[in-house]
C-alpha cells in the first residue's frame, strides 16, 4: 500500500509569489491535515479536510488556504509568500474510526522564500 | 484546548542506556496520546499510540509507553538505547469527541535524542 506522497520535495520561491504543494493520502483515507513545521515554532496545525469539506482550522492567516479534491487528494495554497513561511510542510492522512487512529505522515515540501 | 510539554528538548544517552523522553498533556477530553520520530528530511513516523486501551503501550523498535491519567504523563521509554535511535521525537495530543478531531493533533516541542558510542 502507497503511503502519503507528497510533491514537490523542495521548492525555492521569491517573496510576493505564490505556492501551490500537493498531497496525496493513502488509499481509502478520507481526511488529509496539513502542518507547518519551523525550527522556532516547532510543529503546527494548518488546517484538515474530510470528504472536500474542511473541518478544522489552526491559527493562520487567510494567505494559507488549502482544498480537497473528491478522490481525496489536497493541495495547499500560499499566496504572498513572506521570509517566514519558509519552512517543512508536512502533509498527513488518516482514516477515522471509532476506535481512534493515526495520522500518516508525508516526507514533506521543503519550501525555501528568498 | 490540549497542550503537551516535552520536559527537556535534549536528551544525551549512552548506547545500551535506558531512553526516558517525558511527556505531559492537558486536554479537555479523554485524548488520544501518539509519539512520533522524526529523521533528518524526514516525516513523521508513528511509534505508538494510546486509545483507551491498555494504559501500557508497546510501539515499535523497541519503545513503550505509559498512560498516567493521574499525572497526566505519557512518558516513552526503552530499555537499551541503540545508535539508529538518535532522531527527533514528539508527543501529540487529539481528541476524541465523536472522531471529529482525529485529523487534528497539537504536538509537543519535540526531544533530539543523542545516543553515544
Known amino acids: 500500500k502507497a503511503g502519503v506522497t507528497q510533491t514537490p520535495r523542495y521548492l525555492i520561491k521569491t517573496r510576493g509569489q505564490q505556492v501551490t504543494l500537493s498531497c496525496s493520502p493513502i488509499s481509502g483515507h478520507r481526511s488529509v491535515s496539513w502542518y507547518q513545521q519551523t525550527p522556532g515554532q516547532g510543529l503546527q496545525f494548518l488546517f484538515e479536510y474530510f470528504s472536500e469539506t474542511q473541518r478544522n482550522k489552526g491559527n493562520f492567516p487567510g494567505r494559507f488556504s488549502g482544498r480537497q479534491f473528491s478522490n481525496s487528494r489536497s493541495e495547499m495554497n500560499v499566496s504572498t509568500l513572506e521570509l517566514g513561511d519558509s519552512a517543512l510542510y508536512l502533509c498527513?492522512?488518516?482514516?477515522?474510526?471509532?476506535?481512534?487512529?493515526?495520522?500518516?505522515f508525508g516526507q514533506g515540501t521543503r519550501l525555501t522564500v528568498v | 484546548a490540549q497542550s503537551v510539554t516535552q520536559l527537556g528538548s535534549h536528551v544525551s544517552v549512552s548506547e545500551g542506556a535506558l531512553v526516558l523522553l517525558r511527556c505531559n498533556y492537558s486536554s479537555s477530553v479523554p485524548p488520544y496520546l501518539f509519539w512520533y520520530v522524526q529523521y533528518p528530511n524526514q516525516g513523521l513516523q508513528l511509534l505508538l499510540k494510546y486509545t483507551s486501551a491498555a494504559t501500557l503501550v508497546k510501539g515499535i523498535n523497541g519503545f513503550e509507553a505509559e498512560f498516567k491519567k493521574s499525572e497526566t504523563s505519557f512518558h516513552l521509554t526503552k530499555p537499551s538505547a541503540h545508535m539508529s535511535d538518535a532522531a527527533e521525537y514528539f508527543c501529540a495530543v487529539t481528541g476524541n469527541a465523536g472522531g471529529t478531531s482525529y485529523g487534528k493533533l497539537t504536538f509537543g516541542q519535540g526531544t533530539i535524542l543523542t545516543v553515544h558510542p
Open positions: 498527513a492522512s488518516s482514516s477515522p474510526t471509532l476506535g481512534g487512529t493515526e495520522a500518516f
